[in-house]
């Protein structure tokens, strides 16, 4: 199993920054991709980014790119998310999650159902 833990939520005003750690424990190894989910009341569950934990590939839809950084910290085993220029509409709750297959093996990462560990979820507010 791998456990999932983030930090680092909590409120800001729009342009400001906030950054998200989650940190993986347990069967580590097995771990071939990390990303970052979010999900607003009465909205679906969306992927913010994404890295491969041995290639450090990453990935971000439109909405976020050029605002939103991830970072992979494999002596650590920390996946970090750098939100820059934040917005009102950022806010959510935002999930920490990992699966073994690679980010880019099938280009599915901001699909929720190969993910097999979730974070409890930290939230983010931006007003």
């Known amino acids: 199993d791998v456990q999932l833990v983030e930090s680092g939520g909590g409120s800001v005003q729009t342009g400001g920054s906030l950054e998200l750690s989650c940190r993986a424990s347990?069967?580590?190894?097995?771990?071939?991709?990390m990303s970052w989910f979010r999900q607003a009341p009465g909205q679906e569950r969306e992927g913010v980014a994404s890295s491969s934990t041995r290639a450090r590939t990453t990935g971000y839809p439109d909405s976020v790119k050029g605002r939103f950084t991830i970072a992979y910290n494999n002596d650590k085993n920390t996946v970090y998310l750098r939100m820059n220029n934040l917005k009102p509409e950022d806010s959510a709750m935002y999930y920490c999650?990992?699966?073994?297959?690679?980010?880019?093996?099938?280009?599915?990462?901001?699909?929720?159902?190969?993910?097999?560990?979730w974070g409890q979820g930290t939230q983010v507010t931006v007003s």
């Open positions: 999650a990992s699966r073994p297959l690679d980010c880019w093996t099938r280009g599915d990462w901001y699909v929720q159902s190969p993910y097999n560990y």
């Open positions: 347990g069967h580590t190894s097995e771990v071939g991709c």
